[in-house]
């Protein structure tokens, strides 16, 4: 696992949507602060449509960060939508054996990215990008424990259940499992199941959440994966935040109680740890996850902990 230092390097780029220069220059600022070397790649501030760029102007940056040995980390400016154009060369260049592991840090679409990061076996962080590290400073908690995971010293970390609401807290399920940490976002997990890129493996602990997704579309989602197995073999499952739906539906009170009546419902593993409603995904307080690492996750009442091996 790659360790940050005083003075390395660490690049910024747009692998999706266009983003907010001001954000960028905040970040730059924070990583500044924080002793790094902040590289901002040529096309970041661009445009091309909704898009930061073109994908073969995109990829570049990629290309470009990846091949350079001095970058440690990559730091997403934001998701939107986008990163799927580049997983297949974007494979070919991890594949070459011309690259060393680097850190990758970001949400939302950059979940296609974490995916591709597990199938390397490379270790990446889910969490906020150049946003917050503007808008929060470089002393903010969230940020700072960013800071400890790219330096490899945060490798437990405590979420707390029922962060939206005391009753989706308790849907929760006490246990303790064992399994690489994987997900991310829902909707981009779904379009990657019955792809090479897919990171859903057996005895995974996956991590979901999602955005202005309504909740028949969620559960579809989620009929989706069974389907396909993956909730059969699963260790443990993270239910993070669920934002901007319209709740009540006319068969369920809000996210949580769906996803509780689905996983009642059994088949597969039905007895694994549920972690529910933990603040991780489209909010504010976006706690950092390490993905593609293995951890142990114990639920107990009213928080979860990750122990990562």
Sequence with gaps: MVKLAPGDKVAILSPASMINPAYVEGAVATLRQWG????????TLGQSGSFSATAADRLADFR?????????????????????HLL??????????????????????????HALWGRHR????????TKHLALAGPDDSLNQRLLSILRGEKLRLDLPTGFSGVEAGRLSREGVCRGMVVGGNLAVLGGLVGTPFN???????????????????????????????????????????FTDYRAPSADHADMYAMINAFLSQGGGNAAFPVAMDVPVGHVDTNHP???????ELEVGEGSATLRYH
């Design 64 to 84: 470009m960060a990846l091949l350079d040995d001095d970058v440690k980390a990559i730091i997403c400016s934001r998701g939107g939508y986008g990163c799927i």
């Design 199 to 241: 990171p859903i493996r057996p005895g995974t602990i996956l991590l979901i959440e999602d955005i202005a997704e309504p909740i028949y579309k969620v559960e579809r989602i989620l009929w989706q994966l069974r389907m396909a197995g993956i909730f059969d073999s699963l260790a443990g499952l993270i239910v993070g935040q």
């Design 122 to 129: 490379w270790p990446s962080v889910h969490a906020s990008m």
């Design 289 to 295: 996850v390490i993905l593609n690492l293995a951890a």
């Design 36 to 43: 790094l070397r902040p590289e901002v790649m040529p096309h």
């Design 88 to 113: 297949p060369e974007l494979d070919r260049v991890m594949s070459s054996g011309e690259v060393a592991p680097k850190w990758l840090v970001g949400f939302s679409d950059v979940s296609a990215l």
